[in-house]
């Protein structure tokens, strides 16, 4: 792949592109979150990139920002990838949803949300995924207890 793609990125958004870097042919461009949906409807509309292949989160403590967002985007029309990243701040982790582009993001999103706490304004039904309702905290986080004890789930009859 060229540097096309991240050219583009740049030209289109060049305020709220942080940095770009390609290594091994693997594209990635670090945007601010709160252009995140538009850079997604570029890559969509602009690009051609059809398929949200993966959304998720990692927790970098102590760093700040403390989170990132990273989405995986394919176009099967040319075979190209690009990695979006975002960084996000523990004390604001709400960032728009992507499921109105994508509505496969829903679940995905559902999992950050679930296992992160990072929230995606205009989610159409944010709510834990893997966890139990009742589940305090979220478990990927640095900073969860490893040993810490959970209510217990009543039991259904």
Not at 14 to 19: A, G, K, V
Not at 29 to 46: P, S, T, Y
Not at 146 to 156: T, V
Request: net charge neutral.
């Amino acid at each position: 792949m060229n540097s096309y793609l991240l050219d583009a990125l740049r030209a289109k958004f060049p305020d709220d592109l942080l940095e770009t870097h390609a290594f091994r042919g693997d594209e990635t461009a670090v945007i601010r979150k709160e252009a995140l949906l538009k850079a997604a409807a570029f890559l969509r509309d602009g690009l051609g990139f059809d398929f949200l292949m993966d959304l998720t989160a990692a927790d970098y403590l102590p760093r700040d920002p403390r989170f990132e967002l990273v989405c995986h985007f394919y176009s099967s029309a040319h075979n190209y990838r690009l990695r979006l990243k975002c960084p996000v701040y523990a004390d604001d982790a709400v960032v728009a949803s992507l499921t109105q582009l994508w509505p496969g993001a829903n679940w995905f999103e559902r999992e950050v949300y679930d296992m992160f706490g990072i929230k995606f304004d205009g989610h159409p039904d944010l709510r834990r995924i893997l966890m139990y309702d009742g589940f305090e905290g979220h478990p990927l986080r640095k900073d969860y207890p490893l040993k810490k004890r959970q209510p217990r789930i009543p039991h259904r009859d």
